[in-house]
C-alpha cells in the first residue's frame, strides 16, 4: 500500500503538469485569435514553469531514506547563554516549519539551560518525506546579532549544531542485541504535571558497541519511552550507516555531509538582516520570515545543489 501511495503521488503530479500544459496551450490559440492578452498567458506561463520546477526539485528526492519521518536533534555551542538561547531559537524555527508544512511535530527530550533556551532539544517530525526535505540542515548553524544577554549591548556571535536522522519503519530491519543495551531511569523534567515529575518515568540507553547514548521523556510511562528510545537508537545507528555509505561513494559527497564545528552551513545576521546559505549561497533578506519557519528556499536550494 505504500508502495502504491508512492506511485500514485507521481502520477497525480503528472497529470497537474499536463493540465497546466494543456491550459497553456489554450491560452496561446486563444491569443492568436485576439481571445485572451498576453499578460494571461504570461500568467499561466509562469504557474505552468513553478509546478514544472517543483516536480524536478522533488524527483531529487530518489533515496530510499527521504520518504521516512525524522528525528531533529539540536545541540548548543560556544556562547553560553546567548547559545542556549539561540537552541532555542532553532528549535522554534523547526517546529513552525513542521507545522506549516503539516508534519507531526513532537518533542521527545529537553535540557533547560542554565538561565535560559536549551542545551540540547530533540524533535520527531512525522510525515511523508520529512528527512528528504530536512537531510540538509545537518551541521552547524551560526548567530550573528547584538545579544539582549550583554550588558554592553555588543554584537556577538553563537553556534549551535543540528543533527537529521532518519526514523526508521518497517520496511528497514535494524536488529539490536538486547545484551548490548545498558538501561538507566530518571525524573523527567520540565512540564507534564505531579505524575511526570514522582515517578522516574523518562529513560536513557546507552548501545554498549557503537557508544550511542539515548534519552527520552516524552511519555508517561517508562515501558512508552523505552519503545521510543529503541526507535530512536535504531535511528540513529541507521543514520551511521548512512554515513559510511555517503563516505564511501565518494569524499566529494561525505564532505557536503560532514557536522564539524566551526564548519557553520548557514549564518543567520540578524542586524544586517540576512541568512546565507554558505553551500549553496541561497540568501533571504527577511530573517523574520526565516526564522518563523520559512525554510522551503534554503532546503530546496540545497537539494537541488547536492543533485548536480
Same mark, same amino acid.
Request: some cysteine; hydrophobic content about 35%.
Given at each position: 500500500?505504500?508502495?502504491?501511495?508512492?506511485?500514485?503521488?507521481?502520477?497525480?503530479?503528472?497529470?497537474?503538469?499536463?493540465?497546466?500544459?494543456?491550459?497553456?496551450?489554450?491560452?496561446?490559440? $486563444?491569443?492568436?485569435?485576439?481571445?485572451?492578452?498576453?499578460?494571461?498567458?504570461?500568467?499561466?506561463?509562469?504557474?505552468?514553469?513553478?509546478?514544472?520546477?517543483?516536480?524536478?526539485?522533488? =524527483?531529487?528526492?530518489?533515496?530510499?531514506?527521504?520518504?521516512?519521518?525524522?528525528?531533529?536533534?539540536?545541540?548548543?555551542?560556544?556562547?553560553?547563554?546567548?547559545?542556549?538561547?539561540?537552541?532555542?531559537?532553532?528549535?522554534?524555527?523547526?517546529?513552525?516549519?513542521?507545522?506549516?508544512?503539516?508534519?507531526?511535530?513532537?518533542?521527545?527530550?529537553?535540557?533547560?539551560?542554565?538561565?535560559?533556551?536549551?542545551?540540547?532539544?530533540?524533535?520527531?517530525?512525522?510525515?511523508?518525506?520529512?528527512?528528504?526535505?530536512?537531510?540538509?540542515?545537518?551541521?552547524?548553524?551560526?548567530?550573528?546579532?547584538?545579544?539582549?544577554?550583554?550588558?554592553?549591548?555588543?554584537?556577538?556571535? =553563537? $553556534?549551535?549544531?543540528?543533527?537529521?536522522?532518519?526514523?526508521?519503519?518497517?520496511?528497514?530491519?535494524?536488529?539490536?542485541?538486547?545484551?548490548?543495551?545498558?538501561?538507566?531511569?530518571?525524573?523527567? =523534567?520540565?512540564?507534564?504535571?505531579?505524575?511526570?515529575?514522582?515517578?522516574?518515568?523518562?529513560?536513557?540507553?546507552?548501545?554498549?558497541?557503537?557508544?550511542?547514548?539515548?534519552?527520552?521523556?516524552?511519555?508517561?510511562?517508562?515501558?512508552?519511552?523505552?519503545?521510543?528510545?529503541?526507535?530512536?537508537?535504531?535511528?540513529?545507528?541507521?543514520?551511521?550507516?548512512?554515513?559510511?555509505?555517503?563516505a564511501a561513494k565518494s569524499e566529494t559527497e561525505a564532505g557536503k555531509m560532514k557536522n564539524e564545528w566551526g564548519s557553520q552551513i548557514r549564518s543567520y545576521v540578524l542586524d544586517d538582516r540576512r541568512v546565507k546559505d554558505h553551500r549553496t549561497m541561497y540568501?533571504?533578506?527577511?530573517?523574520?520570515?526565516?526564522?518563523?519557519?520559512?525554510?522551503?528556499?534554503?532546503?530546496?536550494?540545497?537539494?537541488?545543489?547536492?543533485?548536480?
Open positions: 500500500m505504500r508502495e502504491l501511495k508512492g506511485h500514485k503521488l507521481w502520477v497525480e503530479k503528472f497529470k497537474v503538469v499536463e493540465d497546466a500544459l494543456g491550459e497553456l496551450e489554450v491560452l496561446a490559440e $486563444f491569443q492568436d485569435l485576439g481571445e485572451t492578452t498576453e499578460e494571461e498567458v504570461n500568467a499561466q506561463y509562469q504557474q505552468s514553469l513553478d509546478i514544472i520546477e517543483d516536480v524536478e526539485f522533488r =524527483s531529487t528526492l530518489d533515496q530510499e531514506e527521504d520518504e521516512l519521518s525524522c528525528l531533529l536533534e539540536i545541540n548548543a555551542g560556544a556562547g553560553g547563554t546567548e547559545a542556549c538561547d539561540w537552541a532555542e531559537m532553532l528549535y522554534r524555527m523547526y517546529v513552525m516549519y513542521g507545522e506549516k508544512t503539516g508534519y507531526k511535530v513532537k518533542e521527545l527530550n529537553r535540557v533547560h539551560g542554565d538561565v535560559a533556551g536549551v542545551k540540547s532539544v530533540e524533535l520527531e517530525l512525522k510525515g511523508d518525506y520529512a528527512y528528504g526535505m530536512l537531510k540538509g540542515e545537518n551541521g552547524v548553524h551560526r548567530l550573528v546579532r547584538v545579544s539582549p544577554y550583554n550588558a554592553q549591548g555588543k554584537r556577538m556571535t =553563537s $553556534f549551535a549544531s543540528v543533527f537529521v536522522h532518519p526514523v526508521v519503519d518497517s520496511r528497514i530491519e535494524i536488529n539490536i542485541n538486547p545484551a548490548d543495551l545498558d538501561w538507566d531511569t530518571f525524573r523527567a =523534567s520540565g512540564a507534564g504535571g505531579q505524575h511526570v515529575n514522582k515517578t522516574e518515568s523518562a529513560v536513557r540507553v546507552r548501545h554498549l558497541p557503537s557508544g550511542v547514548v539515548v534519552e527520552c521523556q516524552a511519555e508517561r510511562s517508562q515501558h512508552m519511552n523505552r519503545e521510543k528510545a529503541i526507535e530512536m537508537l535504531k535511528s540513529r545507528l541507521y543514520e551511521r550507516e548512512l554515513e559510511k555509505k555517503r540568501e533571504n533578506r527577511n530573517t523574520d520570515a526565516v526564522l518563523n519557519g520559512d525554510l522551503d528556499g534554503f532546503l530546496k536550494a540545497f537539494l537541488m545543489w547536492e543533485g548536480k
